[in-house]
């Protein structure tokens, strides 16, 4: 939402600088986006809000109201502004014929000229980025961008009778939209139409209509300023791509009270723009209409939730700040809520209204201490000492799809080979097995040994079991039977570390701290970039030692070569040993090439030959 400073001056004289307003909003309000300075002096401020304030900060007035409660300065009613044109009766008939309308005012206004604005008009329209069109359409236009009400305008003789009807469209109606010349919206029985009992005039709360709209040569028009749904203005403009400032405002909802002040203004705009227009009575039909809300809360609960202490002073000060209507009795509030507040609901709306006018800031931060020890999870202890045991043992844990292509639990719409939930866990570690052990070499790893701790799913329910797999066999046992049988279970004893009940009444930042400390001092982390794997093999003089070689590998490999090199063929012949190494080679900031590793292994070979050995 652009906010002009200029127009908040109307309303709030007393108004911070501009360098100290985006401040305020900043630490109080909401995000200020941007702040740009016009060439008249004026500063737009870009407001980011949010959906829970929409309903009375999109508008020059619900920012202004805002600013003189957050600052405790005057706030200039504007009410008393607009003058009160004189009426004649009208034969006007409005009926509403669906729930979405909540409330629909009317008038008829005769003899009014289409025109240019007001030099003040368009320079309000244009310094928040609108572009003036005519007096009329430009009176709407500002209303809303003022109260936060958003109004229309029709053409009086391009309607069909004196009569307006607000249902909802009948399935594949059409209307032709203002701004999609050319284009004719499909309707659905959920979009909420004007009509004047023959024809479509506009979409409620999103867009007017092509064929009912003001021109040049309109002399009399009728006044809509109305309030309806927000779901189902939301759903018909999202549903059209028909995304007006009109329908930004009515789906976040809208008080239907601010009808009161949105004719007054169009009125009082309209008569001031064109003196000789004349006035019909207005026709309001508002028959739901909401009850006074209240509020209850303490000064105890505020503090509690804040974790401040704020004085049964301050919050009265901040409550007549903005001039709630309130009574308290013994440190308990009860707030007579506005009916531009549809945010403040409960009492916990209130603390944060409180604490976000006291400011946030002076909320000093503390980490509660947490002085108990929770229930203990046992199948969790348990899956932790299966895990460790396996662990120290050398595995690896790895985890597989729980749906398979048989079993005896089926699920809905699957893939064809994963209708059923597992009944092993024994069948997928087998298959990460085969493929793990194909790239042991690239891992330099001598051995692949790998577990999975997971759910089963049998008829007769679930179970919780714990299988691995190493080159000479695959096991699988219940969680239940794994701790008290492991050292049957994996072969051979298995040392292992006591995992120990962490002590939850200690500090939880300096338990974290420590742990991050200790797992950064083991873990290194790997690369995403891919590897390069060279084989070499060398005749060497019988009785050599592949060290030898070895050795050199590592000192000519330089950093890009990843772990040791792996012997993966020897054999003698005619009195020389041949040694085939596997290098791997591996970068963490980029993909190598074969020239970079090309000239690596050339100053490998020119070693070995120097040496007197022979690369086969």
Not at 260 to 287: H, K, Q, R, W
Request: proline share 4%.
């Amino acid at each position: 939402m652009k906010i002009s400073y200029n127009w908040l001056k109307w309303y709030v004289p007393e108004v911070p600088e501009p360098n100290r307003l985006a401040d305020l909003f900043t630490y109080h309000v909401c995000e200020v986006e941007s702040v740009t300075k016009l060439d008249d002096g004026d500063h737009i401020f870009d407001l980011g809000i949010l959906p829970n304030r929409a309903h009375d900060l999109l508008s020059h007035h619900g920012v202004a109201r805002e600013l003189a409660g957050l600052l405790n300065i005057t706030y200039k009613d504007p009410t008393p502004m607009y003058k009160v044109p004189a009426s004649t009766s009208t034969k006007l008939q409005v009926e509403i014929d669906s729930q979405s309308c909540r409330r629909y005012s009317a008038r008829i206004v005769r003899n009014v000229k289409i025109g240019p604005s007001p030099e003040w008009v368009v320079k309000h329209l244009e310094s928040i980025g609108q572009r003036s069109i005519n007096n009329i359409v430009d009176a709407t236009n500002i209303v809303m961008y003022d109260c936060g009400q958003p109004c229309h305008a029709f053409d009086l003789k391009k309607l069909e009778s004196e009569k307006i009807i607000i249902r909802n469209a009948k399935e594949g109606e059409e209307l032709k939209v203002v701004g999609r010349e050319g284009i004719t919206a499909k309707l659905k029985d959920t979009d909420l139409v004007i009509t004047d009992g023959s024809k479509n005039l506009a979409l409620g709360g999103v867009k007017g209509g092509l064929d009912s709209g003001i021109s040049d040569t309109t002399t009399d028009i009728v006044l809509e300023v109305a309030n309806f749904d927000p779901v189902a203005v939301r759903k018909t403009a999202r549903r059209l791509g028909l995304l007006s400032d009109s329908a930004k405002r009515f789906e976040n909802d809208l008080s239907p009270t601010l009808c009161d002040f949105g004719m007054l203004e169009l009125s009082g705009m309209i008569l001031e723009i064109l003196p000789d227009a004349v006035f019909e009575d207005v026709v309001d039909v508002y028959e739901n209409k909401p009850e006074q809300r209240t509020v209850e809360f303490s000064t105890s609960y505020i503090n509690k939730v804040l974790g401040v202490e704020i004085t049964e002073s301050d919050i009265s000060n901040i409550l007549m700040w903005y001039g709630y209507n309130y009574k308290e009795e013994g440190g308990v509030y009860t707030i007579f809520v506005p009916a531009l507040r549809l945010d403040l609901t409960s009492k916990e709306d209130m603390a944060e209204e409180i604490g976000r006018v006291h400011g946030y800031d002076k909320v000093v931060p503390q980490l509660p201490k947490i002085n108990f020890i929770p229930k203990v999870n046992e199948q969790y202890e348990k899956i932790s000492q299966a895990r460790n045991i396996l662990v120290n043992a050398g595995y690896r844990e790895v985890m597989t799809y729980a749906f398979t292509e048989k079993g005896d639990v089926e699920v809905l719409a699957s893939a064809s080979d994963k209708n059923f939930m597992r009944t092993n866990l024994s069948d997928g570690i087998k298959k990460s097995y085969e493929i793990n052990k194909l790239n042991a070499p690239y891992l330099a790893l001598d051995e692949i040994k790998i577990f999975e701790i997971g759910t089963v799913f049998s008829k007769n329910g679930e179970e919780v079991h714990v299988a691995f797999a190493n080159k000479k066999e695959i096991k699988e046992v219940p969680l239940e039977k794994f701790e008290e049988s492991f050292p049957q279970v994996l072969g051979s004893p298995v040392q292992t570390q006591a995992l120990g009940r962490p002590d939850h009444s200690e500090n939880l930042s300096s338990n974290f701290s420590n742990s991050t400390q200790e797992f950064s001092e083991v873990f290194k982390i790997w690369s995403q970039y891919p590897f390069i794997t060279r084989d070499i093999a060398v005749w060497v003089p019988e009785g050599t030692e592949p060290e030898t070689l070895a050795e050199i590998y590592k000192e000519f490999g330089t950093e890009l070569m990843q772990g040791e090199p792996k012997l993966v063929d020897t054999f003698t012949k005619n009195g020389k040993t041949s040694y085939a190494f596997r290098l791997i080679f591996q970068s963490f900031d980029r993909t190598l090439t074969d020239e970079e590793i090309n000239a690596i292994m050339s100053k490998i070979t020119e070693k070995i030959a120097n040496m007197g050995f022979e690369v086969r």
